[in-house]
């Protein structure tokens, strides 16, 4: 029952070095989402796939981008990490219709 | 804008001290809303989905209720365990996506 599985875990980034963030499901579900979590702010979303081969824009896209690389991966790049990248990324994804998301445990980003 | 609040931001009760959460949301319309529990270090755990006004739904010490602009997570008889941030999300019509509210992190004290 591994559910929504994101790697790494934690990751210290130094200012304009690049990163690619993993996310993997099996639950055959075809949305998938990167959303970032600062204080006070809740969930941001910044990326989302509806299906394999989409991708759309959220909230917060600026300073990232996406892969749906197959129906159970989904990987989130900074291309140059700034400091106000600094948060905690949780990936999800959900089944059809009206399902919940289920959500990965985060990997945790500092930009120095 | 569709937008989601919580209230309160924090919450200490002692164990048995019984209390409600409150998520009011601005959504033109609604077509669920979903509350999580988030435990430090992980991340959010489904809990509930409430689609129409006046739907409620119940699992151990928790219940959710929902009216046209707001849901309440009520805890009954809360103990220690049920110390976490609970989030409150929702989905609105023609929408894919969610708008997440900022939290409400209850401590619960034995």
């Known amino acids: 029952n591994a559910g929504v599985t994101q790697t790494p875990k934690f990751q210290v980034l130094k200012t304009g070095q690049s990163m690619t963030l993993q996310c993997a499901q099996d639950m055959n579900h075809n949305s998938m989402y990167w959303y970032r979590q600062d204080p006070g702010m809740g969930l941001r979303l910044i990326y989302y796939s509806a299906s394999e081969g989409t991708t759309d824009k959220g909230e917060v896209p600026n300073g990232y981008n996406v892969s749906r690389l197959n129906k159970r991966e989904f990987s989130l790049r900074l291309e140059s990490a700034a400091p106000s990248q600094t948060s905690v990324y949780f990936c999800a994804s959900r089944g059809d219709g009206n399902q919940p998301q289920h959500f990965g445990d985060g990997t945790r980003l500092s930009i120095l | 804008e569709d937008q989601v609040t919580q209230s309160p931001e924090a919450l200490r009760l002692q164990e048995g001290e019984s209390s409600s959460l409150n998520c009011s949301y601005t959504v033109s319309g609604l077509r669920g809303l979903f509350w999580y529990r988030q435990d430090p270090g992980k991340g959010p755990e489904f809990l509930f989905t409430?689609?129409?006004a006046g739907e409620e739904k119940e699992k151990e010490r928790l219940k959710a209720t929902l009216t046209k602009k707001e849901s309440f997570l009520h805890i009954t008889a809360p103990k220690p365990e049920d110390s976490a941030t609970y989030l409150c999300a929702v989905r609105f019509l023609g929408g894919q996506n969610f708008v997440f509210g900022p939290g409400t992190r209850l401590s619960v004290l034995p």
């Open positions: 409430l689609y129409s």
